[in-house]
């Protein structure tokens, strides 16, 4: 397996390729015209393209599999180089919005991306996890994913586009390819997508969400929370018992957040488990004094799983508790429903 040309920040190609100037080509025809190859970089000498491929691919996904959803939910199976799949979505969050016939605000797309083949954590509500970990994701193969997507779908590289590294895998157990993929997107002849753009969710890995956030670079944090007290929390997520709910609280207080942002808390609803108001209660308590907002998840069923999707009235009242008590709350509606939308469910579906 080549690396990939993506793995690297232009600074870092500075030192592979001479002269300078023909990595700020190379850039140009990677991430604002999507070359997955380096037959399509018309410019570069023939001499230099061959050195380059004979040790490095450009684009190392290829797209095996896609799922359109009615409401312009586009799910992605994608192969690496060694044959191995995961993951991408494409979520439509806004669509255009014309005034008098004229486009006043364009539509706005979010990226889910993976981080790992399969993972470690081994979440027993999670498809993902049943496979279990196969490897982690270079920072081209995150990197690529987002290129990859946003060609497939003509969107213009100087559109603006959010990432959520939600996809299959923990993310900060992969930090090093995480920082440097979270690098490369903010490179400013690159995608330029900044921090705040770029949202990392992790099912609570307290240790690294310090290391995360020493590293500063600027990224909001997504906390896969799903319960509120340490026994429950342990039989979802077994890494809480090495990892609970009060080192976490505590890792985000330490983070270091844009003083206009939230921290995210998602909690995933699942029926008869944690849906009851006395969990709501203990949810307003356990994030109080944290600037924080709530994204209620609803447990999307899977064939074989024990657990079951929660009402919608229960859904409704435990929001209504919250936003009662001060916390902003949202209800995560459910993209691409009619599609494989639970995370590894499409790889599943493609099992032989
Ligand atoms: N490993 C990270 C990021 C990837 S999981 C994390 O756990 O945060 C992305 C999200 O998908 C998590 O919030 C997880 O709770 C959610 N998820 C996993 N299985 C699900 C299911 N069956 N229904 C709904 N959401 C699910
Ligand atoms: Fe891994 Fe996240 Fe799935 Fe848990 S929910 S198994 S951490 S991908």
């Not at 870092?12 to 390729?17: A, K, S």
């Not at 570069?44 to 691919?57: C, D, F, H, R, W």
């Not at 099912?203 to 509120?228: P, Q, R, T, W, Y």
């Not at 919250?322 to 939308?341: E, M």
Request: positive net charge; contains cysteine.
């Amino acid at each position: 397996m080549k690396p990939s040309l993506m793995d690297f920040t232009q600074k870092e190609l500075i030192d592979i390729i001479q002269p300078k100037f023909r990595v700020k080509q190379i850039f140009g025809w990677m991430y604002h015209n999507y070359a997955s190859d380096f037959e399509d970089m018309k410019n570069i000498p023939k001499s230099l393209k061959e050195e380059l491929a004979s040790k490095y691919v450009v684009n190392p996904l290829k797209i095996i599999n896609k799922e359109v959803s009615s409401d312009g939910t586009i799910k992605y199976l994608l192969e690496l180089q060694d044959g191995k799949t995961m993951e991408a979505v494409w979520l439509k969050m806004k669509d255009d919005i014309y005034e008098d016939g004229k486009l006043v605000q364009e539509a706005k797309y979010t990226i889910c991306v993976s981080t790992q083949v399969g993972c470690k954590v081994g979440c027993s509500f999670c498809l993902t996890a049943k496979g279990g970990f196969t490897r982690d994701l270079s920072a081209g193969e995150i990197v690529a994913q987002v290129v990859t997507l946003k060609k497939d779908n003509n969107h213009k590289h100087n559109r603006k586009i959010n990432i959520v590294y939600m996809g299959m895998g923990e993310p900060l157990d992969n930090l090093d390819n995480l920082s440097q993929a979270i690098k490369i997107f903010q490179e400013e002849e690159g995608l330029a997508i900044g921090g705040k753009r770029q949202t990392v969710s992790t099912s609570g890995l307290s240790s690294k969400i310090d290391k995360l956030g020493e590293m500063d670079l600027g990224v909001h944090i997504a906390i896969s929370l799903h319960a509120v007290d340490d026994e429950l929390r342990s039989e979802l997520i077994p890494m809480n018992k090495a990892h609970n709910i009060n080192s976490i609280i505590e890792a985000v207080k330490r983070f270091p957040i844009d003083t206009r942002k939230r921290v995210m808390f998602e909690y995933l609803v699942i029926k008869d488990k944690n849906d009851d108001l006395a969990s709501a209660k203990k949810l307003v308590k356990l994030l109080h004094g944290i600037k924080a907002k709530v994204n209620l998840i609803y447990f999307n069923p899977y064939p074989g799983t024990p657990y079951d999707r929660p009402s919608y009235e229960d859904m409704f009242a435990f929001q209504e508790y919250l936003v009662k008590h001060g916390l902003l709350c949202t209800i995560r509606d459910s993209k691409g429903i009619d599609i494989s939308a639970a995370c590894g469910q499409l790889k599943e579906k493609n099992k032989k």
